[in-house]
T-cell receptor, first 115, second 111 residues
Framework: GAGVSQSPSNKVTEKGKDVELRCDPI?????LYWYRQSLGQGLEFLIY????????KSGLPSDRFSAERTGGSVSTLTIQRTQQEDSAVYLC?????????????FGDGTRLSIL | DQQVKQNSPSLSVQEGRISILNCDYT??????FLWYKKYPAEGPTFLIS?????DKNEDGRFTVFLNKSAKHLSLHIVPSQPGDSAVYFC??????????FGSGTKLNVKP
């Protein structure tokens, strides 16, 4: 498909394990965003990639969270030593360019459950 | 510290009537505002946006109003249809690379 693809769609893991979440943005989109939505909450900004610029990591909640974007395309969000409060839906979005006037196209998210 | 707030978690309206969803923000530096619609188990989809230089933007049945002095925006849906039933998020941007989202309003349009 032509949309943003995220995998896995669901992930259940034990507390303390590491997890990797993957995002395939729309081809040609230079901007990529990660958000987290906890139950009953809005979308919480995590990290933003724009082209070859240094990413804006200001939303990452702790040093257990990291993300990379290889070749300006696929992105991986890694959570180390998961905690129960990490349980949430993790959403990835891409846009043609970075900028407030560029609508973001979202994937369907990864629902992460930490036991 | 929530910079974008949607104080109504839910709204129920009759088909054919107007739906009005509200959003308040605290940061006067926000200069671009967007509304997204989200169905269960899907990612949000872009609906409509407005720049701070405008006070109104229309797209079909959807109109967004911006009141900068009150730091308030609203989304009007006229006429409302059952297919509009979803969660609506407002979002705001100040520096073109970070977006702040509200907690969402669940709209139920009754047939």
């Amino acid at each position: 498909g032509a949309g943003v693809s995220q995998s896995p769609s669901n992930k259940v893991t034990e507390k303390g394990k590491d997890v990797e979440l993957r995002c395939d943005p729309i081809s040609g989109h230079t901007a990529l965003y990660w958000y987290r939505q906890s139950l009953g909450q809005g979308l919480e900004f995590l990290i933003y990639f724009q082209g070859n610029s240094a990413p804006d990591k200001s939303g990452l909640p702790s040093d257990r969270f990291s993300a990379e974007r290889t070749g300006g395309s696929v992105s991986t969000l890694t959570i180390q030593r998961t905690q129960q409060e990490d349980s949430a839906v993790y959403l990835c979005a891409s846009s043609l360019e970075g900028g407030g006037n560029q609508p973001q196209h979202f994937g369907d998210g990864t629902r992460l459950s930490i036991l | 510290d929530q910079q974008v707030k949607q104080n109504s978690p839910s709204l129920s309206v009759q088909e054919g009537r107007i739906s009005i969803l509200n959003c308040d923000y605290t940061n006067s530096m926000f200069d671009y505002f967007l509304w997204y619609k989200k169905y269960p188990a899907e990612g949000p989809t872009f609906l409509i946006s407005i720049s701070s230089i405008k006070d109104k933007n229309e797209d079909g049945r959807f109109t967004v109003f911006l009141n900068k002095s009150a730091k308030h925006l609203s989304l009007h849906i006229v006429p409302s249809q059952p297919g509009d039933s979803a969660v609506y998020f407002c979002a705001a941007s100040a520096n073109f690379n970070k977006f702040y989202f509200g907690s969402g309003t669940k709209l139920n349009v009754k047939p």
